[in-house]
């Protein structure tokens, strides 16, 4: 797998390079620290992945229509700080396939590479909530991209997927967290959405799934006794 790294700041490259320098299936074939370089080296290169920063200074959205058109090949990851969701959907409308955001874990970025270089979509969490909190039409996107795992939820999302799995309503949740029924109303919907489920039925089977609750809370529902 044949990446090229861009971004301008040499200190991100930095860390990308260290985390791809152990993993054999991929081959680091250039770093760009601008478009005109980035699209020199796309031409003069076989690339399979290019890693990108288009809001890096030296950068901009343009580039990657340009690399789609130069090379159709070309799976393009970006990795950007905090952008709204209408600059992420811009972002994917242009041929951006994976997207995920700066502050992910090393381990993710990682794993965003190799999805990528396979010619799989991969979004972290945070770009999947950034859409929702939004509330963009649907219809607006191609929202089929942001089933792909891995899926990452939040410290409370967990803790709110446990409550629900045990059968609480949105208005004990929040009294238990002290939060706003609306608030537990969002992170239900977010949920369900991140989850690629429709109801508290799959709310509850993935609960049960990754062992966030144990099978026998249901076994034994019914059980008045001591």
């Known amino acids: ?16 390079r260290s985390a791809l320098k152990n993993d054999l299936e991929v081959e680091l074939v250039g770093e760009a620290t601008n478009s005109k370089d980035l699209i020199e080296l796309v031409k003069s290169f076989e690339t399979d992945v290019v890693v990108v920063d288009y809001t890096a200074d030296g950068f901009s959205i343009d580039v990657v229509v340009e690399l789609r058109g130069l090379r159709k090949g070309v799976n393009i990851l970006a990795i950007t700080p905090e952008q709204s969701a209408q600059t992420v959907v811009d972002a994917l409308r242009s041929g951006v396939m994976s997207y995920v955001k700066k502050d992910c874990s090393i381990a993710e970025i990682v794993d965003a590479v190799r999805e990528t270089g396979k010619g799989s979509k991969f979004f972290c969490g945070q770009i999947l909530e950034t859409i929702q909190v939004a509330n963009l039409d649907v219809d607006d996107i191609d929202f089929e991209a942001f089933s792909c ?26 009294d238990m967290l002290f939060l706003s029924n609306h608030t537990v109303g969002t992170h ?16 509850v089977m993935y609960a049960v799934k990754t062992n966030l609750i144990s099978p026998n809370k249901f076994l034994f529902a019914g059980d008045t006794g001591a």
């Open 1 to 16: 797998m044949k990446i090229v790294l861009a971004d301008s700041n040499e200190l991100v490259r930095l860390g990308i």
């Open 188 to 203: 239900r919907k977010n949920i369900m959405a991140k989850l690629g489920v429709r109801n508290t039925a799959g709310i």
């Open 149 to 174: 795992e891995p899926v990452v939820l939040s410290e409370r999302e967990s803790e709110i997927i446990v409550l629900i799995a045990e059968g609480h309503t949105n208005s004990q949740i929040a």
